[in-house]
């Protein structure tokens, strides 16, 4: 099982404002980025001329492991797919709700990889790969390993600096819940009134505001 007091990675549907949950967090992540500098090959010359030709986004590469077995001798394992992995898959899927403005066609959502309030990468999926390695008597798949490839859309360093404690980026607020946490208490150290924990609510869709789960990043309304 995950360790329950450590604050878990969300993958976040920017454009539904919906959280997929990571099972247990990554073991390890890496960051690759790549310039272009083609070259101006010059007769006599021993290194030929280089030009900056721009930089390519940066990538997020990371393991995602899922497990559905630990059910399994309560008689309650589930399909590692319809519990976890579906949700991924889905982010990778067209939504014709997004419209280009230039050719009118749908495209998948905008993502962001969030963990805890230390840093968060505002993305596309560029790359999601499934392997099922475990399996139930009648071929239901229980465990899964997900390798992603987040994708760069926004360059970090023309961004205005954020407050350190909404661990945001691109304007976006965002609060990860602590242990014991409540909106009230929430709203009332972001922006000193106990009153805004509705607009929380609502902007979060969320239906139980009485019991917050420690971890969860929640998006708080800008003023």
């Known amino acids: 099982m995950a360790n329950s007091s450590l604050v878990q ?37 021993n290194v030929p001329q280089m030009t900056f030709g721009g930089g390519q986004p940066a990538t997020l590469q990371m393991e995602l492991f ?19 992995t579906d949700k991924l898959w889905k982010l990778m899927i067209v939504d014709e709700s997004l419209k280009d403005k230039k050719n009118k066609k749908g495209r998948p959502p905008t993502v962001r ?16 790969s499934q392997k099922f390695t475990l399996f139930l008597s009648d071929g239901t798949p229980v465990r899964a390993t997900v390798a992603v490839t987040f994708q760069q859309i926004k360059d970090e360093t023309q961004l205005a600096a954020q407050n350190p404690t909404s661990g945001g ?10 242990e014991g946490e409540t909106l009230a208490w929430i709203a009332y150290k972001e922006y000193g009134d106990t009153s805004r924990w509705r607009s929380i609510a609502d902007l979060n869709h969320l239906t139980d505001v009485r019991e917050l789960i420690p971890g969860t990043v929640l998006v708080l309304p800008n003023g």
């Open 169 to 178: 980026v691109g304007g976006d607020r965002l609060w990860t819940v602590g």
């Open 9 to 45: 990675a969300v993958i976040v549907n920017v454009e539904a404002n919906e959280q997929i949950s990571c099972f247990f967090n990554p073991k390890e992540y890496t960051f690759a980025k790549q310039n272009s500098w083609p070259t101006d090959q010059k007769t006599g010359a």
């Open 66 to 84: 899922f497990d559905t077995y630990a059910d399994a001798d309560r008689g309650q394992a589930k399909d590692v797919r319809k519990e976890y």
């Open 113 to 128: 990889f969030q963990w805890g309030s230390a840093w968060s990468f505002n993305a596309v999926i560029s790359s999601l």
